[in-house]
């Protein structure tokens, strides 16, 4: 079975600025999809940005960005012109083709003003 | 905005109690997840569902079980709850649709069980 890992159980970044979070994944698979979700105070799950394995080009959404390499198996998020409302955990997951979807720890997210 | 709904979103609950957690989805997805997720911690797979009269359990042992007879709605039951099934419930349906995959999240269910 698939392991997601995100090695940073803790993150800040100054309002304004670009922080990157972490993640990593083993997979036996070739075809597979990526996710970053975010889940605020509130707890409600938010899909913040998917990754297609088949496709090269990075996923963007707005501020947030993926640096997606297959070969090393990481999908790193990348948020730029941090936001206060960026603050909230966020999960990185992965969904094999069996649709088994594995999370990550999480990473937590702290925007200073 | 995704469309599914869980009830209630906060339920205190004394020992031995029989509780049933709600989650109804209005897309129309085959397949729908139920996770539990302690403070601050990752998400577990407890149950899973691939469309009518299918269930299965998750990687984490649960004693809780679950049912689906229509295709919206996916209820988690506790026939006797305990304070160690205190914990963040969190529904989820998702459907591959138009070469996209899409899974969305319901808002959860707190249970504290005292």
């Known amino acids: 079975a698939q392991t997601v890992t995100q090695s940073q159980p803790e993150m800040s970044v100054q309002e304004a600025e670009t922080v990157t979070l972490s993640c990593t994944y083993d997979?036996?698979?070739?075809?597979?999809?990526l996710f970053w979700y975010k889940q605020p105070p509130s707890r409600q799950m938010i899909l913040v940005i998917r990754?297609?394995?088949?496709?090269?080009q990075n996923a963007t959404e707005n501020r947030f960005s993926v640096n997606f390499q297959k070969a090393a198996k990481s999908f790193s998020l990348k948020i730029s012109d941090s936001q206060l409302g960026d603050a909230a955990m966020y999960f990185c997951?992965?969904?094999?083709?069996?649709?088994?979807?594995?999370f990550g720890a999480g990473t937590r997210l702290t925007v200073k003003p | 905005e995704a469309d599914i709904y869980q009830t209630p979103r906060y339920l205190v609950i004394g020992t031995g109690k029989k509780i049933t957690l709600e989650c109804s989805q209005t897309?129309?997805?085959?397949?729908m997840y139920w996770y539990q997720q302690d403070p601050g911690m990752e998400l577990h797979l407890i149950h899973y569902?691939?469309?009518?009269?299918?269930?299965e359990k998750g990687d984490l042992s649960s004693e809780s079980t679950v049912s689906r007879i229509r295709t919206e709605h996916f209820p988690l039951t506790l026939e006797s709850a305990r304070p160690s099934h205190t914990s963040q419930y969190l529904c989820?349906?998702?459907?591959?649709?138009?070469?996209?995959?899409?899974?969305?999240f319901g808002p959860g269910t707190r249970l504290t069980v005292t």
């Open positions: 989820a349906s998702s459907e591959y649709r138009g070469g996209r995959y899409e899974q969305y």
């Open positions: 997979t036996s698979e070739s075809d597979y999809y």
């Open positions: 990754q297609e394995a088949y496709k090269q």
């Open positions: 997951a992965h969904l094999a083709n069996n649709n088994d979807m594995r």
């Open positions: 897309m129309g997805h085959d397949k």
């Open positions: 569902s691939y469309g009518v009269n299918s269930t």
